[in-house]
């Protein structure tokens, strides 16, 4: 019995922690350089993930984690680095391009181009309605699209109508009423610009009508 | 659908408004005590630059204590692969850990409110300058206030509602003046699966009543001007009526909704979409509430609200923390599922039922039984519907209605959902009605799971809501000094009565701090249910908060 207690000496028990530990930091920082998505699954609730019921810690107790750079290369809790990666046979692709820190591939420089000579022709008409604000332009698709707002609908129209005279009519539009309890009260428009013959839409006298759903 | 795997909790509970939630990341931990001395050691030998990093290294991260940030990607995959059951688990878990989390600043909580706060209960629409307050991207209108959800979601305990020293402020219009701003109080977030798909599916009724009368009148078609006016009915709530008239010798028509009676508030927005959320019913989906929230109350920026598509929003910092990307698409994503997978509201009476509390002396079921009758009386139930059912039981992140996930597929920066595989084909789902991640563990008196909302004998979920996501003009005393969300100064939304129980104070700013004082606060649209109530014996009013108070939120500890 004494030798049994020996073996679980706090004295034990903390080397014992201490390369539990620094492997676990080590083999986390090896995945995070090799596999950004290996670091969610890490990280994620593993189903068999190890645990010990009744054992409660509290906040003072919880442990810190070792700490790299940015926001993302951190090392899991201990009960979750040890725990079997069961997930690594179902979750084989990652976003390609992807780096540490990020879940979405950067912006290529091509599409910064279009949509910077985009945004730069349709600001001036934007910024010339009160209140009225881009909130993006996206050229993933051509034709490229923006999404504007305005605080009325009549605001808005006033909008679509300088947009449509800067894209010689080109223009077709989806209006829609955005409420939101931390903005507030608000219309926005998508607006693809330079829309092929036919497709152009022509913006109504009577802002009412924007309103209505195709 | 398949049976999934569920989750089992221990058999503890205590008591209505009484029981504690205890995170699972106090429990079970293999290393203990020991291993907090050895990490610090550990986190010492890793350098990082700044003092943020500094914050990082010794007190720890709660993004890196729940392991790391979620990956879309990775959630998605496992559905497209055929272990949805294995997103569902891992998004609930670590949205679970997230909501509790009491993210610091190395993890980006708080902002630059300016002048050196990090916190403000008061919007700080005078803090113009660089990246303060009033400056953030995008826009705020409150806080932060806090460090976490469960500093305000915690009446009885996690995920409930929040007392008045709880409540928020926010100034929209970033006006700096207190006459210009509006106060709410914390809702609770049990059972939000269900409403978010009842919301759907009055909205998809809504809609194709709307087509109906386009249709009738030939829109899209030349030919004489006429007219058709149908009913908003759906699932027995009458949103009101919409008119389409067909313009004379055009293909064009007009829409205009009517409220469902003369002096009403208009029950919805035109575009036919039923907002569950908020008290105005202004948000449409649990996805937009969470990242609002996250960015307004605790300063952490979900990544799908910043930058642009050309615009790397992983490398902004929209509230000028110093931290950019602080929460990623997964991480919202697994909020999400976690807020849409609480369990049902539930009542005394069912608790007692199953043996989870003393059972109920025949004078407290007596008085609740005949309180259930003042409520019909008086005429509680015209707009606190007592339920309502779901027809298609399974909830989906993103959501199959288009109307219940952000437009054109693009996140609020504007970039695709592709982007992040966010892929509303495989989304995470899971059957209202059955796999409750909590209270699972104990049937309710029919055998059906306690959490789960019950199914009836048509296989749909019933909804037992007593609300009826109508917006209703409330009258001048409860109006506001501002129009928050243009639909009027004194409309709100039905208030959801599920859980009312648990979750003092009461109404939108918490002036209520009884279920009486709330009752006597209605006027406009509740004029007559107050009058009635008013004109009721004593003891009738007693056994109405009697019944109404019977209505709980609980927890089984996990």
């Given amino acids: 019995m004494a030798k049994a207690h020996s073996l679980l000496s706090p004295v034990r028990l903390l080397v014992a922690s201490y390369v539990l530990v620094l492997g676990a930091t080590a083999w986390v920082a090896c995945s995070s350089e090799a596999d950004p998505a290996a670091q969610s699954r890490s990280g994620g609730a593993q189903p068999g993930a190890q645990q010990v019921p009744g054992v409660v810690l509290g906040p003072a107790e919880a442990p810190p984690v070792t700490q790299t750079q940015g926001t993302q290369a951190r090392a899991p809790s201990p009960s979750r680095t040890l725990a079997a990666d069961t997930s690594s046979n179902t979750s084989p692709s990652v976003v390609a391009g992807l780096g540490e820190g990020r879940e979405s591939a950067p912006p290529t420089d091509a599409l910064v181009a279009m949509s910077r000579n985009l945004e730069q022709r349709i600001t001036p008409p934007i910024a010339s309605v009160a209140g009225a604000q881009m909130l993006f332009v996206s050229c993933d698709k051509t034709p490229c699209m923006t999404r504007t707002q305005a605080p009325s609908l009549a605001a808005l129209r006033q909008v679509l109508t300088a947009l449509s005279s800067e894209f010689s009519g080109q223009i077709a539009f989806t209006v829609r009423e955005r409420l939101s309890a931390y903005a507030g009260h608000a219309f926005e428009a998508d607006v693809i610009v330079g829309v092929a013959q036919g497709a152009q839409q022509p913006v109504p006298s009577d802002e009412n009508d924007l309103l209505i759903e195709p | 659908m398949q049976t999934r795997k569920r989750i089992t909790f221990n058999h503890a509970w205590i008591s209505v408004g009484q029981w504690v939630r205890v995170p699972q990341h106090r429990r079970g931990l293999v290393l203990g005590g020991t291993a907090l001395v050895v990490a610090l050691t550990s986190s010492a030998l890793v350098s990082s630059g700044g003092d943020l990093g500094i914050v990082r ?135 939000l699966g269900g409403l978010q798909r009842l919301a759907e599916e009055m909205t998809v009724d809504l809609k194709a009543i709307r087509n109906s009368a386009r249709a009738f009148v030939n829109c899209g078609t030349v030919r004489a001007a006429t007219s058709v006016t149908n009913n908003l009915v759906s699932k027995g709530v009458n949103f009101g009526s919409i008119t389409v008239s067909h313009d004379n010798n055009l293909s064009t028509c007009r829409e205009t909704l009517n409220p469902p009676a003369t002096g009403a508030a208009l029950a919805l927005s035109s575009d036919l979409v039923v907002r569950p959320f908020q008290w105005k019913g202004s948000v449409a989906f649990i996805r937009d509430f969470v990242r609002g929230a996250a960015h307004n109350e605790i300063g952490m920026q979900a990544s799908e609200l910043l930058g642009s598509p050309s615009v790397d929003p992983a490398g902004v910092d929209g509230d000028g923390d110093g931290v950019p990307n602080e929460l990623f698409v997964g991480d919202i994503t697994a909020l999400t599922v976690y807020q849409a997978d609480q369990p049902r509201p539930t009542t005394r009476q069912e608790l007692a039922g199953v043996g989870l509390i003393p059972a109920l002396s025949a004078t407290e079921n007596s008085d609740i039984a005949d309180g259930s009758l003042v409520f019909d009386r008086t005429g509680c139930g015209n707009c606190h519907v007592r339920r309502l059912t779901v027809n298609d039981v399974i909830f989906r992140e993103p959501s199959a209605n288009a109307d219940f996930r952000d437009t054109g597929n693009l996140f609020p920066n504007g970039r695709t959902f592709s982007s992040s595989n966010f892929d509303p084909n495989n989304a995470i789902h899971f059957d209202i009605t059955q796999d409750a991640q909590e209270n699972n563990t104990v049937n309710a008196a029919n055998g059906q799971p306690l959490g789960a909302f019950q199914r009836d004998s ?47 104070p009461y109404l939108h700013d918490g002036r209520a701090a009884t279920l009486t004082e709330a009752i006597l606060e209605h006027d406009g649209e509740g004029k007559a249910a107050r009058d009635a109530f008013v004109a009721s014996s004593t003891t009738a009013q007693q056994h109405l908060v009697a019944f109404l108070n019977n209505m709980v939120l609980f927890k089984l500890e996990e």
Avoid at chain 2, 143 to 171: I, L
Avoid at chain 2, 465 to 487: C, N, Q, S, Y
Wanted: aromatic share 6%; proline share 3%.
């Fill in chain 2, 57 to 191: 290294n010794v007190e720890g991260s709660e993004i890196a204590r729940i392991g790391a940030h979620i990956v879309q990607n990775t959630l998605t995959n496992l559905v497209a692969q055929g272990h949805n059951d294995q997103a569902l688990d891992q998004a609930f878990e670590i949205g679970d850990e997230l909501f509790a989390a009491h993210f610091n600043a190395g993890d980006g909580s708080g902002a630059n409110v300016g002048n050196g706060s990090r916190f403000t209960r008061m919007p700080r629409a005078d803090l113009i300058g660089s990246k303060q307050w009033a400056t953030h991207v995008p826009s705020r209108a409150t806080g932060p206030n806090t460090q976490a959800c469960t500093d305000c979601h915690s009446k009885p305990a996690d995920d409930g509602a929040g007392e008045a020293s709880t409540n928020v402020h926010r100034d929209g219009n970033h006006t700096a003046r207190f006459n210009q701003m509006v106060q709410r109080n914390t809702p609770h977030v049990f059972g």
């Fill in chain 2, 458 to 504: 048509q296989g749909h979920a019933v909804i037992e809501l007593f609300g009826d996501l109508r917006r209703h003009d409330m009258g001048p005393k409860l109006a506001e000094e501002i129009d928050e969300v243009g639909t009027g100064k004194s409309v709100f939304m039905t208030e959801n009565l599920w859980g009312v129980g648990s979750t003092a």
